[in-house]
């Protein structure tokens, strides 16, 4: 579905429609399409899906110009107003989780209640330097020669070998996402802190991570869950970066939590 807002033209890939609305938002480099098998599962109990592709990500327009993470939270805002939604439970993983931060700390009166899946609100002192180079590589190396990083990034050992087809859903994803759209996202990322904001969010909120996710390790979460009020840690066992990919029991945690049962 395509959504036309006065901060351009963004792609909701929708399941279910009626039902409290779930708006999702995806890691960097991938589009709305990584969720399919979730947000066909909350279809199926009774929620109306939405998953955002973010500006220069999968469909969604981009001006080619520099953004922040507030600015991909506040495109996801003006989605909202554009389909007359008020209020919407959010689910952010990695780069999502981070825009789903600001959304949360900036439009807090859109979030009803929030999930965040391997994220942060802030990658450390190094950030800047840090993603610059990530940036960089993105811009200069061919994306097939980016995959070997990213599989061992975003799932298990033991995920790789028992779910070959998923890991290549994920991978044709990342082929198909521009190279500077993904180094403009990894500089809007090197720019993001808020980490003093947290105290703000004041929607019931769940913390999801991988135990062995080393791209926004246990740390973080941990970090988001002592600062956000009343939060939830929950840890996922042999679990890396991408978990609601690679780990379904997760998706009745997130049901529990914001509203069905587990």
Known sequence: MRVQTPRGGFEVRTAGESGEPLLLLHPLALSGEVW???AEWFAARGRRVLALDARGH???S???QPFTVEDLADDAAAVLDALDLAQADVLGMSMGGSIAVAVATGHAERVRRL???DATSCYGPDRVEVWEDRARTAERKPRTELI?????RWF?????????EECQRVVDIFLATSSPAHAAACRALGSFDQ???LGE???STLVLVGDEDYATPPAMAEELATGIAGARLEVLTATRHLSLVENHDAWPLIEHHLGGTA
Do not use: H, M
């Open 115 to 117: 999930v965040l899946a």
């Open 195 to 197: 980490s003093g904001r």
């Open 148 to 152: 070997d990083f990213q599989l061992s």
């Open 36 to 38: 399919r098998p979730v």
């Open 156 to 164: 298990s050992d033991r995920f790789r070998e028992s779910r070959p």
């Open 62 to 64: 981009w001006d080619g």
């Open 201 to 203: 969010v004041r929607a």
């Open 58 to 60: 999968g469909d969604s």
